[in-house]
T-cell receptor
Framework: SAVISQKPSRDICQRGTSLTIQCQVD?????MFWYRQQPGQSLTLIAT?????????ESGFVIDKFPISRPNLTFSTLTVSNMSPEDSSIYLC?????????FGPGTRLTVL | GEDVEQSLFLSVREGDSSVINCTYT??????LYWYKQEPGAGLQLLTY?????DMKQDQRLTVLLNKKDKHLSLRIADTQTGDSAIYFC???????????FGQGTTLQVKP
């Protein structure tokens, strides 16, 4: 299975700032996904990041707030912009590999 | 709708079997998954089942799928304290790669 790493693993940020989260995979994958897990909640898909095209955002998520880059088949970034305390969550990237989807360890973000 | 539903909490004694239930709504789902999340950790894929199967066994884990009732269950035999975690079921929307997750079931294993 794919090995996925994320940086940073956690961060504490001030309101109004932005944070970029990196996701690195040890093999080339076509589809990468970004999910959010709010405290005590389940996971919600933010967007699908495909190499060579713009990310596809789910209802309730917009590019200005969550810009995504996908420069190659092993790497993606998610930026959480102009943060507020409501953005405090775990952000996870995942990759599609055959019949399965594997997740990174997550980035735990706290916004003060 | 897009709902995947799970009961929120299950408590068992060490050595007993645990059964975690899930219902889903999309009959076109091709695969259904069970993920485990330990405190402070990411999601670990436990097992998955293709929609044309009705059972899959993998060591202590047994997945049962009732496609007619859109009901999925995960049975953990000989539950151990290390099995304490949140268990998420998820369905995948055909052609999108998009996973729809249930709310998660917290499994508490008492010694």
């Amino acid at each position: 299975s794919a090995v996925i790493s994320q940086k940073p693993s956690r961060d504490i940020c001030q309101r109004g700032t932005s944070l970029t989260i990196q996701c690195q995979v040890d093999s080339q994958v076509t589809m990468m996904f970004w999910y959010r897990q709010q405290p005590g909640q389940s996971l919600t898909l933010i967007a699908t990041a495909n190499q060579g095209s713009e990310a596809t955002y789910e209802s309730g998520f917009v590019i200005d707030k969550f810009p995504i880059s996908r420069p190659n088949l092993t790497f993606s970034t998610l930026t959480v912009s102009n943060m507020s305390p409501e953005d405090s969550s775990i952000y996870l990237c995942s990759v599609d590999e055959g019949d399965t989807q594997y997740f990174g360890p997550g980035t735990r973000l706290t916004v003060l | 709708g897009e709902d995947v539903e799970q009961s929120l909490f299950l408590s068992v004694r060490e050595g007993d079997s645990s059964v975690i239930n899930c219902t889903y709504t999309d009959s076109s789902s091709t695969y259904l998954y069970w993920y485990k999340q330990e405190p402070g950790a990411g999601l670990q894929l436990l097992t998955y089942i293709f929609s044309n199967m009705d059972m899959k066994q993998d060591q202590r884990l047994t997945v049962l799928l009732n496609k007619k009732d859109k009901h999925l269950s995960l049975r953990i035999a000989d539950t151990q304290t290390g099995d304490s975690a949140i268990y998420f079921c998820a369905e995948i929307r055909e052609g999108t790669g998009k996973l729809i997750f249930g709310q998660g079931t917290t499994l508490q294993v008492k010694p």
